[in-house]
């Protein structure tokens, strides 16, 4: 409670946090859309999407209710992404995929540096910490290609998942450390937001078996 | 305790309930049956269209373990609908499909309505109770599909969650508005149980995004 | 506390525990490297194949954060085994067929008898206890075959949940007849693995239903 302030640490968190939420959103419906979805379908992809790697984190580190869940504001954002996709279709594709793959780089980064630093505030060890960053960056997108029927991307290309590992890495470690929180996730983000645009940049991949 | 009263309000509505439970179950196992699972896979399928959708509920408004855990009834009657599609399918394929469809209408406007008081009583905000409404309806159906490697039919085709997220909001505005909680579920079953049967009735589909 | 006592009963439970869950990484691991996943897909699909199903449970019967999650060495030891596939596959392709499917089998029965064992303590009704017994044992490769985009083969061919559904009904017999914990759990994990083991010696398969 208290007079609003934009200044403060945690309305820059929600704020930037809704801004990811909002991105998200927007990629789960235009991904619904490519595969034929109604109305209805992209709703659900654009909440799923933007709200379910939070969401399954939430369940397994035990806060019960999940914030998407709890905290309406977050709902709402995600299925303001949706109907805007829906009614703007034209126009949002007409968002440069490079300005697209930014802002999915920042959401990521987010994310998985909230992520992590909830699961250690509940008490994870530094190894599920790690996990729950990534969990919490990569797991909606996950949901989202299931629900597509198709093998999440995540587990087959692209440097997605481990750029959040990367942060998620920093923010435990800089925590174990003693340092600053808001230093470790500021730091662990912006990690995870240069290896994911390097990845993206130098087209990397990461290996697969030897002998596949 | 007590008598056991078959006019007693919550007796109606377990029996309801448990109707609603072996119809969905019903479907499940017939989508198993048509994919060439077997009796196993039949009996899966059965227990996780009729309960899977209250099961994600539960386990996002923190009501654990779960009903579909905790009531022995419940799976129990999901079963026996798999058991009896195992052992009689040619009879329960030769049940008229308007009289499936109007049994199944009846299950999603009493699974809607339910999830939705439930998820109020659990003190989830509007928005999220109507979410619960249509995920206690239309979830156990979308387990089923990703369980068959499709896409889940909820999401392009036909109106079905549409329906139960109507009755959903009756419901919660109903209660908003001080309404007897048995009068707002009853209003809003019939509201989704018409929404259903019209859409099946005038072949309804919800409209796709613009520029697909 | 106290002592590290190799022959103590929890000792042993534990390592055969860390056994059945490289077992079963190892699998998930190859499974996905036979997708064409890369190596962070490997080590999702090792935890997932590994510690879903267990997971799944822990969810279900209110344990929570679930094991997996609590217990840093079950995530540890899915990772290595993952780890292994992706570092080792040709020599770990060349274990004979046989060899996988006995480990396989010791880690269902294991899993199938602490997951119902499990249930029974937090309460469980008997019908659900028996369940929860096939969800450890069966869920993570159902988890796996979803995540593959593929119908669950758990779901269609083979005896195999159904082996876990006996070693669990044995448990859940045993103790409600007072028979000691340990005697009804080794009982019941010898009757999972001799199914299971006579299911594959003899190409079982379960029946379909009438008329597919």
Same mark, same amino acid.
């Given at each position: 409670?208290?007079?609003?302030?934009?200044?403060?640490?945690?309305?820059?968190?929600?704020?930037?946090?809704?801004?990811?939420?909002?991105?998200?959103? !927007?990629?789960?419906?235009?991904?619904?859309?490519?595969?034929?979805?109604?109305?209805?379908?992209?709703?659900?992809?654009?909440?799923?999407?933007?709200?379910?790697?939070?969401?399954?984190?939430?369940?397994?580190?035990?806060?019960?209710?999940?914030?998407?869940?709890?905290?309406?504001?977050?709902?709402?954002?995600?299925?303001?992404?949706?109907?805007?996709?829906?009614?703007?279709?034209?126009?949002?594709?007409? !968002?440069?995929?490079?300005?697209?793959?930014?802002?999915?780089?920042?959401?990521?980064?987010?994310?998985?540096?909230?992520?992590?630093?909830?699961?250690?505030?509940?008490?994870?060890?530094?190894?599920?910490? !790690?996990?729950?960053?990534?969990?919490?960056?990569?797991?909606?997108?996950?949901?989202?290609? !299931?629900?597509?029927?198709?093998?999440?991307?995540?587990?087959?290309?692209?440097?997605?998942?481990?750029?959040?590992?990367?942060?998620?890495?920093?923010?435990?470690?800089?925590?174990?450390?003693?340092?600053?929180?808001?230093?470790?996730?500021?730091?662990?983000?912006?990690?995870?937001?240069?290896?994911?645009?390097?990845?993206?940049?130098?087209?990397?991949?990461?290996?697969?078996?030897?002998?596949?």
């Amino acid at each position: 409670v208290g007079r609003f302030n934009l200044y403060h640490p945690d309305t820059l968190l929600l704020i930037v946090d809704l801004i990811g939420t909002s991105v998200f959103a !927007v990629e789960g419906a235009l991904a619904g859309m490519n595969a034929g979805l109604d109305v209805f379908g992209l709703l659900v992809l654009s909440f799923v999407t933007a709200l379910g790697g939070g969401t399954i984190r939430d369940l397994l580190i035990g806060a019960v209710p999940p914030n998407s869940i709890r905290d309406w504001r977050y709902g709402t954002t995600a299925f303001a992404g949706g109907l805007a996709v829906f009614a703007f279709a034209p126009v949002i594709q007409r !968002v440069p995929g490079q300005l697209m793959i930014t802002l999915d780089a920042a959401g990521l980064a987010l994310f998985a540096v909230a992520g992590t630093a909830k699961a250690l505030e509940f008490g994870m060890s530094p190894l599920i910490a !790690v996990m729950m960053g990534a969990v919490t960056g990569a797991g909606g997108g996950t949901i989202r290609d !299931v629900l597509l029927a198709q093998i999440p991307g995540v587990l087959h290309s692209d440097v997605y998942a481990v750029a959040a590992l990367c942060g998620a890495a920093v923010v435990v470690a800089g925590i174990e450390m003693k340092a600053k929180r808001g230093l470790a996730m500021s730091v662990g983000a912006a990690v995870c937001f240069l290896v994911r645009m390097t990845a993206v940049w130098r087209h990397w991949n990461l290996p697969k078996a030897i002998g596949h």
